[in-house]
Antibody
Framework: EVHLVASGGGLVQPGGSLRLSCVVSGFIFRNFDMQWVRQVPGKGLEWVSGIGQSGDTYYAGSVKGRFTISRENAKNSLYLQMDSLRAGDTALYYC???????????WGQGILVTVSS | SYVLTQSPSVSVAPGETARIPCGGD??????VHWYQQKPGQAPVLLIYQDTNRPSVVPERFTGANSGNTATLTITGVEAGDEADYYC???????????FGGGTKLTVL
């Protein structure tokens, strides 16, 4: 059974940094592209970033230059380093299995990031 | 950047058919995916590549895509179908994934 478990969320001040982690199980992690998608509570889904099997990365314009996606295949782990955080980054962040050219077939439980002073 | 437009809400009575449109410029040339999200839960894949359904999704859920509109159709709507529904495509011009704003389905 596929599982994606995110951690690392919490409260951070504007301008601060946070690193999200997502540990996966139930599939061969290195064979899949991965994504981060966020959702402001009560609002819609917003794609944040993706990483391919070979480590190629891509970002939404709203986070490019501030967020860094990475993966560690040996640890079945996906990461999102978030720097220069803003109030507008406050959201529930989902790690998800899905490709650049395909759909998202599994989603994690979501982890809340709150940027506030 | 590419924009997907969804109606904020759709209401239907139990047993009726719900149609949830997703509009975009020449969306018929793109591959559209649909997700269902119930309150307090993560989204779930409903339809992929316009018309394909994961094995766990009931046949009541079907997708279509042509011209400037993709449509998710739910036949024989049940109370348990009450949820938010999102369409998604890949924008090849900037290599971004794009989600529609979501449609809240209310079962009367």
């Amino acid at each position: 059974e596929v599982h994606l478990v995110a951690s690392g969320g919490g409260l951070v001040q504007p301008g601060g940094s946070l690193r999200l982690s997502c540990v996966v199980s139930g599939f061969i992690f290195r064979n899949f592209d991965m994504q981060w998608v966020r959702q402001v509570p009560g609002k819609g889904l917003e794609w944040v970033s993706g990483i391919g099997q070979s480590g190629d990365t891509y970002y939404a314009g709203s986070v490019k230059g501030r967020f860094t996606i990475s993966r560690e295949n040996a640890k079945n782990s996906l990461y999102l380093q978030m720097d220069s955080l803003r109030a507008g980054d406050t959201a529930l962040y989902y790690c998800a299995r899905g490709g650049r050219f395909s759909w998202i077939d599994y989603w994690g439980q979501g982890i809340l990031v709150t940027v506030s002073s | 950047s590419y924009v997907l437009t969804q109606s904020p809400s759709v209401s239907v009575a139990p047993g009726e058919t719900a149609r949830i449109p997703c509009g975009g410029d020449n969306i018929g040339s793109k591959s559209v995916h649909w997700y269902q999200q119930k309150p307090g839960q993560a989204p779930v894949l409903l339809i992929y590549q316009d018309t394909n359904r994961p094995s766990v999704v009931p046949e009541r859920f079907t997708g279509a895509n042509s011209g400037n509109t993709a449509t998710l159709t739910i036949t024989g709507v049940e109370a348990g179908d009450e949820a938010d529904y999102y369409c998604q495509v890949r924008d090849s011009s900037d290599d971004h994934q794009v989600f529609g704003g979501g449609t809240k389905l209310t079962v009367l």
